[in-house]
């Protein structure tokens, strides 16, 4: 079967790294004409909630989502965690340890930077930061923009922020899956072939890192993600159809962060919609 229309599963608002708040991001999704779609930011469900507020009898349906950064002993994973119960108490836990951790690197950042290479701000825009949900590499680097630090928000991570080394710790995937399951939601692997973002996993290191996370409890993979082409897209879409293992899409969308945008998940490429996508889509009755 076809998709009547687009569906986009992996968003980021301004309550992590995205530019777009819920409000604005809701209308983003109206445009786009999406039947479905979720908001997952980095260690945060705070913009479900507001959405859930602002839809109408019209929207398509919106299932609650987060994505939590992960590292073992093994590599970087980034697990997406799809309706779960938000008032769950070892879910909400984790989400506050998740800010903290995220506060942590915020400062360790911020001291590398005034202690390497002198950029400074100011009080207020300190306090700006630490005011924000979930801060992460984009807000400083468009901060440093601002300042004259750099000439795009893209030098700044590469060329400054990513030299510093943090020991902060990081949730272990089996800590992700295992609070996903224990909230009633459904343990996603993002963007499979790409770890944590910028690595480039073989087929042999993929389907032994997903049979890895199967024995956690992982449930689906992103097979479907902007910016796979046709080989990965086929190749991850037949290792979730092996493991028979829900498939989501998404386009990893950040607003004015990333370009790419709402709806562009690699999932036109498809003539047929992945037999784990309807199955996913049908558990939380949105198809």
């Known amino acids: 079967m076809r998709l009547p ?8 608002s301004t309550a992590s790294d995205g530019t777009d708040s819920p409000a604005v991001l809701l209308e983003g999704v109206r445009r786009a004409g999406l039947i479905a779609f979720s ?3 980095h260690d945060s469900f705070a913009a479900g909630p ?7 009898a019209c929207d ?13 002993e093994y590599g970087k994973y980034h697990i997406l965690g799809y309706g779960f119960d938000d008032l769950n108490v070892r879910m ?3 989400v506050e340890q998740g ?13 590398f930077l005034a202690s390497e290479f002198g950029f ?6 300190i306090k700006g930061l630490f005011a924000l949900n979930n801060p992460g590499k984009p807000h400083i680097g468009n901060l440093m923009v601002s300042r004259g630090y750099a000439s795009s928000k893209e030098q700044a991570i ?19 899956i295992e609070t996903i399951l224990a909230a009633s939601g459904v343990p996603v692997l993002a963007h499979p072939y790409f770890g944590s973002g910028d690595e480039n996993l073989t087929d042999v290191e993929l389907e032994e890192r997903v049979e890895r996370l199967l024995s956690f409890g992982l449930q689906g993979m992103e097979a479907c993600y902007f910016g796979f082409p046709p080989k990965l897209l086929h190749g991850a879409l037949a290792l979730a159809e092996k493991h028979r293992l829900y498939v989501t899409a998404g386009s990893d969308y950040h607003g004015k962060n990333r370009l790419v945008g709402i709806g562009e998940t690699a999932l036109d490429e498809l003539e047929e919609c992945p037999e784990g996508l309807v199955r996913f889509l049908e558990r939380f009755d949105a198809i």
């Open 5 to 12: 229309g687009k569906i986009d599963l992996h968003m980021h």
């Open 39 to 41: 908001v997952t930011d």
């Open 50 to 56: 507001v959405i859930r507020s602002m839809l109408r």
């Open 60 to 72: 398509p349906p919106f299932i609650q989502g987060i994505e939590f950064s992960c590292k073992d």
């Open 92 to 94: 909400r836990t984790m």
């Open 99 to 111: 800010h903290e951790r995220r506060m942590e690197k915020l400062q360790a950042r911020l001291d």
């Open 120 to 125: 400074v701000f100011s009080e207020e825009e």
């Open 158 to 176: 590469t060329d400054y922020i990513n030299k510093v080394k943090i020991s902060a710790d990081y949730f272990r995937p089996e800590e992700a």
